[in-house]
């Protein structure tokens, strides 16, 4: 574990993401306070609003390594640190990335879904290590320190808020400075498009009209992230209609289908072919093999 740091990356930097000016400001003064002190931060928001960016985006900002730990998936205490194993009868202990990474200074740790974790119980350890104290016993390892600087960040889906029933969760919560992450105005949501995908100007106002009318449409407004309008404009800059960008991106029902397909066909006149063409699906230079 000497050198481990080595293999940690900072992460590059998204020449192409927005942030709130008042957050980046707040995160300026997080980023100094870690110098005094031990924080984690919490970031919460919508589905693909930027939570993950977000934390990344910061660690490239600062020149610090980071590494991302899906907490959501953890069934069991211990998962994060280590594992007793089984190896020709012998029973030993294997220690896991996190024991290393957490060990790093200046590193970011970059916990996943904080709030999906299938047991609480699996986030007893982390509570140790999220404390002042900094610090956990590993009967295995003996005391392991978290090295100076380092920041925790979780990222937690909005709505899906800790069940606070949990005295373990209410706890873990209170130890979090916190960022609320909204979706950015439609002006910069036009702005990402346009730069991440290079579609037109014009494309990308074609797309957020029709994605802005399904967010508020007022039978079934669907929530549509950034992550899904990028979708449907990279779908769009490989040439795909409007229409074809926007069934090949979504998770919606064939019912709001239907009457999206409407509403396209009305807005932009881009509608579906006739009949449904079937055709073979090889390769045109495909030469069957012979048939003995
Ligand atoms: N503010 C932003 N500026 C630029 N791109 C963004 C922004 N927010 C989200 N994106 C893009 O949307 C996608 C989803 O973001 P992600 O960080 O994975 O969301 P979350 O973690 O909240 O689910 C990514 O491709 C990301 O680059
Ligand atoms: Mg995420």
Excluded at 199 to 210: C, F, H, Q, T, Y
Excluded at 212 to 234: C, F, G, T, V
Aim: net charge negative; proline share 5%.
């Amino acid at each position: 574990m000497v050198d481990f740091a080595k293999h940690l990356k900072v992460p590059s930097l998204d020449p192409y993401f927005f942030v709130m000016e008042e957050d980046r400001v707040n995160m300026e003064r997080l980023e100094k306070l870690s110098e005094k002190h031990p924080i984690n931060i919490l970031v919460t928001g919508n589905q693909g609003c930027g939570k993950s960016s977000l934390v990344r985006q910061f660690a490239g900002y600062y020149s610090r390594p980071m590494a991302t730990f899906q907490v959501g998936l953890l069934l069991e205490a211990g998962q994060l640190f280590g594992q007793q194993r089984l190896k020709d009868g012998e029973t030993f202990y294997q220690s896991f990335l996190f024991s290393n990474v957490i060990r790093v200074p200046g590193c970011v740790v970059h916990l996943e879904e904080i709030n999906r974790s299938e047991n609480p119980h699996a986030l007893n350890e982390l509570f140790s290590v999220l404390s002042e104290e900094r610090s956990i016993w590993i009967d295995e390892f003996g005391l392991v320190e978290v090295a100076p600087r380092v920041i925790f960040f979780a990222t937690m889906n909005e709505g899906a808020e800790f069940s606070g029933t949990d005295e373990l969760d209410a706890a873990l919560k209170d130890r979090f400075y916190r960022i609320r992450l909204e979706y950015p105005p439609m002006s910069v949501e036009k702005e990402i498009l346009v730069l991440k995908t290079g579609i037109s100007p014009s494309v990308a106002d074609e797309i957020l009209n029709v994605v802005n009318k399904l967010r508020r449409n007022k039978q079934a407004p669907i929530d549509i992230s950034i992550r899904h309008s990028l979708m449907i404009a990279e779908l769009s800059a490989m040439g795909a209609p409007l229409r074809e960008a926007i069934i090949y991106s979504l998770q919606i029902s064939m019912n709001v289908l239907e009457s999206l397909l409407l509403s396209i066909h009305v807005e932009t006149g881009d509608t579906k072919e006739e009949s449904n063409h079937y055709e073979r699906y090889v390769p045109p230079d495909y030469v069957p093999s012979q048939r003995g």
